[in-house]
Nanobody
């Protein structure tokens, strides 16, 4: 059974930083795509960033480019999202998801929900102004 467990969320002031973790089990981790998504209250879920664990290639949505960094530790089956210069508009529940085929990184819309088969339960991030 594939399980994804997010951690690292919390309350932080604007301008601060948080590092989220996504620990995966039940799948081979060395050639998948792992995405981070978020859903703010009253809004649709949106993709934030993704990484290919095969070659560490990554992709970011425009709103977080330059502020967020995604990384992978394949030995620990864990993907991280380092979030710097946080803004109140980054407040959301953050989810990680896995595309076992790894093809999402090359897709026209790499953070499209249907590309991802497995999802975690989320971790909440609140950025105060």
């Amino acid at each position: 059974e594939v399980q994804l467990v997010e951690s690292g969320g919390g309350l932080v002031q604007a301008g601060g930083s948080l590092r989220l973790s996504c620990a995966a089990s039940g799948l081979t981790f060395d050639s998948v795509a792992v995405g981070w998504f978020r859903q703010a209250p009253g809004k649709e879920r949106e993709g934030v960033a993704l990484i290919s664990t095969l070659d560490d290639s990554s992709y970011y949505t425009d709103s977080v480019q330059g502020r967020f960094t995604i990384s992978s530790d394949n030995a620990k089956n864990t993907v991280y999202l380092l979030m710097n210069s946080l803004k109140p508009e980054d407040t959301a529940v953050y989810f990680c998801a896995v595309d076992p085929s790894g093809i999402a990184i090359a897709a026209e819309y790499p953070l499209a929900d249907p590309l991802y088969d497995y999802w975690g339960q989320g971790t909440e991030v609140t950025v105060s102004s």
